[in-house]
């Protein structure tokens, strides 16, 4: 899944950099955290309680999405501080750790993050959100391809057929309103917050023991 991410997002990528809605400094930062804490992730794994992180995620995302429901203020690109580059890196790192320990996307970390930390519109924190996706998804596909856990071509066809929405994906969050795009993730994190308590309660019922 990881190799057929790779041209989505290479594609939705230029879509939003073509519109001037990437921050490479925030965006360089962020890959940098997220490349540390995706090989965090995986010795991990075995190590910390499942269940406490999603549960702990889940409230996250809740307190998130309730905050991105309220108007948030976005303003022109700042300089970063050493304070941004430390914040920046550390949620790179979070986002590495929670995105390989519970599976969800580093999108539902990264983007509500540059939204309150630096007031960044909504279209520029997806755009650049994206931009940290690429660097990620290789290395992971470079470690699955390592254990002959890749079938390329398959993900060469999904990837491809993928190609065509994240364009239009794009093209429409270039255009829309940050008051509607914010209402809208808004509306994403709730669901992953949800999904993952319905995960835990299904656990539950079957026994797991994570």
């Known amino acids: 899944s990881l190799a057929a991410v790779l041209p989505i997002s290479a594609a939705s990528l230029v879509t939003y950099w073509s519109h001037d809605h990437v921050d490479w400094r925030v965006g360089m930062c962020l890959a940098a955290g997220a490349l540390v804490g ?15 992180l999603a549960v702990a ?13 309220l108007p948030i203020e976005s303003g022109v690109r700042e300089v970063l501080t050493i304070g941004h580059i430390v914040a ?9 750790i929670l995105a390989g320990l519970l599976g969800v996307g580093g999108g539902v970390i990264m983007v509500p993050a540059m939204m309150m930390l630096l007031h960044l519109p909504s279209a520029m924190a997806k755009g650049t959100s994206v931009s940290v996706i690429i660097p990620t998804s290789l290395m992971g596909t470079y470690r699955n391809r390592t254990k002959k ?25 270039a255009r829309m309103s940050d008051t509607v795009s914010n209402v809208l993730f808004a509306s994403l994190l709730l669901v992953v917050a949800v999904r993952l308590v319905l995960q835990i309660r299904s656990d539950d019922k079957a026994g797991v023991v994570h």
């Open 38 to 52: 995706a090989v965090l992730g995986t010795k991990l794994l075995h190590v910390l309680p499942h269940r406490t």
């Open 57 to 69: 995620f889940a409230g996250i995302l809740l307190v998130t999405a309730i905050r991105l429901f």
């Open 88 to 96: 920046l890196i550390a949620i790179g790192v979070a986002t590495g």
């Open 149 to 173: 856990n890749v079938d390329l071509r398959a993900a060469a066809a999904v990837g491809l057929a993928g190609i065509p929405s994240a364009i239009v994906g794009g093209w429409i969050s």
